[in-house]
């Protein structure tokens, strides 16, 4: 893996220095316009990688951050509801997926699947994928990949900013953004608030089954899947010609409510309306608030530079239900079912040292500890504290103006200790009262040491690009001692402290080619797991759902990602992009099979129209385009999951920038299925229960930059 270009592409986004941040924001405006940029991306690293910048944000604008990343090849959304979703590379999300933002690992709680990445995507002004194992990088969690966000900008004028108003039909969402920014010499300071609010959404279709039972949606309405959401930053820092330092504080607050069906049958026994209105939002329902606070810094001199960065996060999770008797637990006290208080502590340093004209030298350190802390009358996840710490090297060496080398290596240990927990009620055994035990304390060590390689050539107009390298992950508390249940995904999980840590080795390949009319790209990956973890089905059940326990096995995965776009004429633009996986295990009980919840296939021609090349940007200021969204079938399964049969859907989009005295005018919409096609997700959890995704859906932004 290319270690210090994809640390120079980080740094390049989070450092804040005057020249680096005056340079980025130039070429991400050329991103969409110069067919050359695109190819000077591509070859800062021998990863694969695909990139976009605030403009594509606003312009594809889906509702959340991960599912307007969806439309970037080989990236997925794994969705709960029209705005709660999580980010996937090549089918691999969660806890092995390293979300970075502004140079920190960001920490939520990943063992939860039912809410989204708390970070406003109106903060963000540019995101990297990086595809395949970063953990050189990034070290565990990065397994599958790393989603770089970056809202690292220098404002270069006294007082400045934005506002956007935006709204979805669907759900009838209404929201507002203003960003305030300001510089003063060599200070400068900038403020984000964001507001939204949506209601109940809505699925073609008048009735779902769950456990055999049909259950009929009022006006077609998915009930109780309301919600708000809050994120306010604020930014200080200080730009000097060898020193840059900033202080950044980003808080999120989201309150949304479950689909009550999905909770469990017993809603039908509930004295709750929950019909009686769209906006309203009921139990169960969960509140998640997250606070982060981070201060980074750059010494640069001619030959060195030196970054650090350090953080606290502190994430807080509420999960209400209604007060029910489950079993032999008897009705809980209140409404509280689980709450999680996580506090995160991370320290990072990176230096490179440019040793000859051609040569340069990287050096990392990293280290992090986590506590988590659980209550209610619920359970998944017993309390766990975890430290992790890292440290790295790489050398980059230009051969030529043409041909690059990179290698690496990085040392990683692990610690992380569960404590035991038993029930709060007794259950009877063998006539006797026993307060049975859920979790045992549990101290567990890993070791790991990782490497890579790659390559980068640029002959003419092409780029070639190779990497290979080995990646690893520590299970997480939930895979080692998870007992309860899952109500989101609608089974009882099962840890195992026996499972050892993940690995993979996995070669990735790129291969482009661009002139100004044409551009074209093909990304191959194979990848190897020698002890991959899944949750496997039993055939057993316990409190009414299926109990799915963690266990490992060798899987194989390998699959592309291809993207052709042609500029015949300097007002059409013709794009398709496409991306296949194919994932086999070697072993287990499941031998022979795929993986839980694997992508199929995708296919998205896109055909846009432009005009009126404005005087003030590099882009052209008007846009419309048709695109469509062709999903195969997915038959290749791992039972009990559902097959799920092929869809496609129409879409479009359109957008225009006015320029006015002292400030812009930015108008978008975007029209999503607008046939109404009635489809299935094969990663939505909500698939399990046969719900489809939403209907036609109308999204519509107004901005203003000043």
Known sequence: ?????????????????????????????????????????????????????????????????????????????????????????????????????????????????????????????????????????????????????????????????????????????????????????????????????????????????????????????????????????????????HLHSCVKVFETYAESGFFANAHGLEVR????????????????????????????????????????????????????????????????????????????????????????????????????????????WGFIIPDYDNITAGICASERWDVNSSLSLNAGVRYDYAGIRTYAYSDWYPTPVNGEPVYQERAKDLNSHFHSFTWSGGVNYCPGNWWLKANIGKGFRVPIAKELAADGINYHIFRYEQGNAALRPEESYQTDMSAGYEDGIWTAQIDPFVGYFPNYIYLSPTAYYKEGLQVYQYAESRVIRTGAEAQLTCRPLQWLELHIQGEYLFARQLSGDKCGY????????????????????????????????????????????VPPEKLTDGWWTLNLSAGQTFPLDKCTLNLTLNAENILNTKYYDHTSFYRLINVPETGWNVSVMVSVDF
């Open 1 to 241: 893996m290319h270690l210090f270009s994809i640390l120079l592409a980080s740094l390049l986004a989070v450092s804040d220095s005057l020249i680096t941040h005056d340079t980025l924001m130039l070429q991400l405006e050329e991103v969409t316009v110069s067919a050359s940029a695109v190819k000077q991306q591509q070859m800062q690293t021998s990863m694969s990688t695909v990139h976009a910048d605030k403009l594509f944000l606003e312009q594809r604008f889906e509702g959340s951050l991960s599912r307007t990343l969806s439309l970037l090849p080989g990236v997925q959304a794994s969705k709960i509801g029209s705005s709660q979703s999580r980010p996937a590379i090549r089918g691999m999300g969660f806890n092995r997926l390293a979300v970075i933002h502004d140079g920190i690992r960001h920490e939520g709680q990943q063992w939860g699947d039912d809410h989204g990445l708390e970070i406003d995507m109106f903060s963000i002004n540019r995101v990297e994928v990086l595809k395949g194992p970063s953990a050189l990088l990034y070290g565990s969690d990065a397994i599958g990949g790393a989603l770089v966000l970056s809202s690292a900008t220098v404002p270069d004028k006294p007082v400045g900013g934005s506002v956007h108003l935006f709204t979805r039909s669907n759900n009838l969402l209404f929201g507002t953004s203003v960003r305030l920014e300001g510089r003063h010499q060599r200070l400068f300071w900038r403020v984000n608030a964001t507001y939204q609010d949506y209601a109940d959404y809505k699925v073609p279709t008048d009735s779902i089954e769950y456990y055999s039972y049909r259950i009929p949606l009022y006006n077609r309405t998915l009930r109780n899947t309301a919600g708000r959401e809050a994120d306010g930053s604020l930014v200080l820092g200080y730009a000097g010609l």
């Open 269 to 376: 026994l509930s004295d709750i309306d929950y019909d009686r209105s769209r906006r309203d939002m009921d139990l169960p329902c969960q509140q998640v608030n997250h606070l982060k606070v981070l201060w980074h810094t750059v010494w640069s001199h001619d030959k060195w530079n030196m970054t650090t960065d350090m953080a606290w996060q502190h994430n807080l999770r509420r999960e209400k239900s209604e007060p029910v008797s489950h079993g032999y637990m008897p009705t809980p006290p209140d409404e509280l079912e689980r709450q999680f208080s996580k506090h995160t502590l991370t320290a990072h340093l990176h230096a490179q040292w440019y040793v000859q004209e051609r040569h340069t030298l990287h050096f990392g350190a990293n280290a992090e500890w986590q506590h988590n802390r659980h209550s209610g």
């Open 594 to 637: 795929s993986l839980p919840f694997a992508p199929p296939w995708q296919v998205m021609p896109q055909v846009k129209f432009l005009w009126e090349a404005g005087k003030k940007h590099s882009a052209w200021d008007g846009y419309a385009a048709v695109y469509a969204r062709v999903t195969g079938a997915q038959h290749d399964i």
